[in-house]
């Protein structure tokens, strides 16, 4: 009895220490009385002081927040900030947890956000000042909340996600992301009825993504982050870069994006998988301090001054900065795929038929391991960076390409795409590649995946099967992340029918979709010979810390860039040597080359034509004994 006793008085004298939470019900704009007062916890060290709040909106249960405290302190606790200078509300979604009777069918949740922040600038804890905060469904509703100007919101750090509902979300390739979506209806989101009744990209979809455009209706400054291994990378840089084209002009230049090597699960920790990375632990939440202190504060801590973008290159493993994620790859590298598994930079020269070929069983898929999983109900479940070999690559059913260990490093900052030449004897079937890092000691590290369903080879809105034995062109874009792959270590893809359970199989019957059928066995070719050179495209950066010149004796100038013509190209040398400049298209395809030998040291020019190519972008690469660079040139017609 003693015993209990005290620690019934720990508990209140800590729970003292920290300050409190309330229970606490705030009012919002609806008729129905009963569902007029949503639930929430106010946590706050005092009700006299007043100090700017920041408000959390989630659908996964306010009271975990109650867990997470620890001693007030400045610069950050897990609440997730500092607990001396702020406030927070924490409110559960209308329809989930404490506010899970008083849903609203087509209640635009933004409309809580909004009630809720002015409500908050009305308390005598608070100075008006309000911030939002938290990741995935966490930072949607923050989305939502910021379209509505509620007048006393000053900026907000929506994490881990895009604002756009779209077709991509819960297809990839055509393919229904089946892991992902049966968690989010176990989580309380859309049903999985509802997404597998519309596995086209039809008008409900263009409907859904076009009404969730919000771009245009921001007007505060915005945090975002993400990670390479979190579920759609590409769609959060997207997102970044639509808010600096198109919110209000007076915030544009205040929106910030960091890319880090994260999963979606575990943002800002060290391991990630198999790998660690001590250099970007904690980051997000000292980014998110530095953040708030900044607008909600007022505190001159140099945030105005942070970098646009900041992304984490693995490999190296350092901390990158940039202004525009897509000027970051100056060039792109083409790897073949060719004979004895080899991914080359060659295609292969031999006139004869040359295909790879694996049979696909729907009974017995390839597994998914590793890569974006998500699947918050098994902690188990094997995701991030992980080594292959054992699970994937000595099934018969995996094609595996790999390049020769590199003699240099290649920098890889963007989306990677597969262009494959391909065949089956049934009239559907899938193809997916996982992009591997493939280390010395042999680990294959998956990076990122990605599929195409065959019938959707051309779009999405429309079915085309195969004739079984034609060859298909079929294009697979995996999603954006940035690695150095370093000297010693190869570039490996990895070709599958199936990725199981993250995507759904492929009966290969050619039957309706998503319905009970019987499965086939689909035997698949990949042909990499003649006109069918199947190929990787890398987008890679290659310029030099001084882009136009290596040292005050080497330099190469184009002129006119923009061009509608004609490029005058103008070198200098240092010593005698060869000299080749080629011409290269947006997929890696040489249009055109110029070699010649220099006997004398000194200043060159060539005029190298353009007027017989199309419109767009191209890379002109000169290249001498001692160095090369990579030149971007814009042609307009």
């Not at 997404?195 to 993504?209: A, G, M, R």
């Not at 083409?334 to 790879?356: C, K, Q, R, W």
């Amino acid at each position: 009895m003693l015993k209990t006793f005290t620690i019934i008085i720990f508990f209140i004298c800590y729970n003292f220490s920290i300050g409190e939470y309330r229970e606490t019900e705030i009012p919002t704009r609806v008729t129905d009385t009963d569902k007029k007062y949503l639930e929430a916890d106010v946590y706050t060290l005092d009700s006299i002081t007043k100090k700017p709040t920041i408000l959390i909106q989630t659908p996964y249960n306010k009271n975990s927040y109650r867990t997470l405290q620890s001693s007030p302190q400045e610069g950050g606790t897990q609440l997730p900030f500092d607990t001396i200078n702020y406030n927070y509300v924490v409110l559960d979604w209308r329809g989930f947890f404490a506010n899970k009777e008083k849903d609203i069918i087509g209640k635009d949740r933004g409309e809580d956000g909004y009630d809720v922040v002015e409500w908050i600038a009305q308390q005598s804890w608070s100075d008006g000042k309000v911030g939002t905060y938290g990741g995935s469904a966490l930072g949607q509703i923050q989305f939502l909340t910021a379209r509505l100007h509620p007048p006393h919101l000053v900026c907000a750090a929506p994490l881990i996600k895009d604002f756009l509902t779209k077709y991509e979300d819960y297809y990839y390739g055509g393919v229904y992301r089946k892991e992902h979506c049966e968690q989010l209806q176990r989580l309380g989101f859309l049903p999985t009825s509802l997404i597998l009744s519309h596995y086209k990209k039809d008008f409900y979809w263009n409907f859904i993504e076009n009404n969730s455009d919000l771009s245009s209706d921001i007007e505060v400054p915005m945090l975002l982050i993400s990670g390479w291994f979190d579920h759609y990378p590409s769609f959060c840089i997207r997102a970044f870069h639509d808010l600096k084209d198109s919110s209000s002009p007076n915030v544009r230049d205040k929106h910030k994006l960091i890319m880090g090597p994260w999963l979606h699960s575990s943002i800002g920790q060290t391991e990630q998988g198999d790998l660690i990375f001590p250099e970007a632990e904690n980051v997000p939440n000292q980014a998110s301090v530095k953040f708030f202190d900044y607008y909600l504060r007022k505190i001159n801590n140099g945030w105005e001054n942070e970098p646009v973008i900041k992304y984490f290159e693995m490999g190296s493993n350092q901390w990158k900065t940039a202004d525009n994620w897509y000027n970051v790859a100056d060039a792109y590298d083409t790897l073949y795929f060719n004979d004895n598994h080899l991914l080359t930079e060659l295609p292969s020269m031999l006139g004869i038929v040359s295909a790879d070929s694996v049979e696909y069983n729907p009974k017995d898929p390839s597994p998914t391991f590793g890569g974006s999983r998500f699947n918050p109900f098994d902690p188990k479940t094997p995701m991030g960076p992980l080594d292959l070999r054992d699970t994937v690559e000595n099934r018969p059913d995996a094609l595996i390409y790999t390049t020769e260990p590199l003699t240099e490093d290649v920098t890889l900052n963007g989306s990677v795409t597969a262009e494959l030449f391909v065949s089956s004897d049934r009239e559907d079937t899938d193809f997916g590649i996982r992009l591997c890092d493939v280390y010395p000691d042999g680990r294959s590290m998956i990076l990122t995946q990605g599929i195409r369903r065959m019938r959707f080879r051309n779009s999405y809105a429309n079915e085309e099967l195969m004739i079984p034995g034609e060859i298909y062109p079929v294009e697979i874009e995996l999603h954006d992340l940035s690695i150095n792959f370093l000297a010693g270590h190869s570039i490996r893809v990895i070709v599958t029918n199936s990725n199981y359970p993250m995507f759904d199989i492929n009966l290969n019957n050619g039957d309706s979709l998503y319905v009970p059928g019987d499965t086939v066995i689909a035997k698949t070719y990949l042909h990499h010979w003649g006109t069918y050179k199947s190929k990787v495209i890398l987008p890679v950066s290659k310029k030099t810390d001084v882009e136009d010149y290596l040292n005050k004796d080497i330099s190469i100038k184009v002129s006119p860039n923009p061009t509608s013509d004609r490029i005058e190209i103008n070198y200098s040398i240092n010593q005698p040597c060869s000299i080749s400049i080629e011409l290269y298209n947006l997929i890696g395809e040489k249009i055109s080359s110029l070699s010649k030998v220099e006997s004398e040291v000194g200043n060159y020019s060539t005029t190298l034509s353009l007027s017989e190519n199309s419109s767009g972008v191209y890379f002109l690469k000169y290249k001498n004994n001692e160095f090369s660079i990579v030149k971007k040139i814009i042609l307009t017609q």
